[in-house]
């Protein structure tokens, strides 16, 4: 079992950034592929980026914007987020449990609770 806590969301005009951290625990995380989806009201959730042990990808809507990034001797991934769009207005969440880089939500096994970004324009 594996769990995911994530923290640094808030309110933020547009133009600005926010870090968000997702703190794991329970098993071994190294290896383990994280990701970050999101979404918004009455959409469905959507991939954001996601990172394995040498390797990033990220969704086209956020590539040269946000940067994914892991720290495993703190057990903890970071979503950087920069330039940040009203239309980046999200519940964000990660995962972890895929098997590749391009899974889709439905093939992680676990999830954290999720944290607010709100992106005012």
């Known amino acids: 079992q594996v769990q995911l806590v994530e923290s640094g969301g808030g309110l933020v005009q547009a133009g600005g950034s926010l870090r968000l951290s997702c703190a794991a625990s329970?098993?071994?995380?190294?290896?383990?592929?994280m990701g970050w989806f999101r979404q918004a009201p009455g959409k469905e959730r959507e991939f954001v980026t996601a990172?394995?042990?040498?390797?990033?990808y990220y969704a086209d809507s956020v590539k040269g914007r946000f940067a994914i990034s892991r720290d495993n001797a703190k057990n903890t991934v970071y979503l950087q987020m920069n330039s940040l769009k009203p239309e980046d207005t999200a519940v964000y969440y990660c995962?972890?449990?895929?098997?590749?880089?391009?899974?889709?939500?439905?093939?992680?096994?676990?999830w954290g609770q999720g944290t607010q970004v709100t992106v005012s324009s």
């Open positions: 990172i394995s042990t040498y390797y990033t």
């Open positions: 995962a972890t449990g895929a098997t590749t880089l391009r899974s889709a939500p439905r093939e992680y096994k676990y």
């Open positions: 329970g098993r071994t995380f190294n290896s383990y592929i």
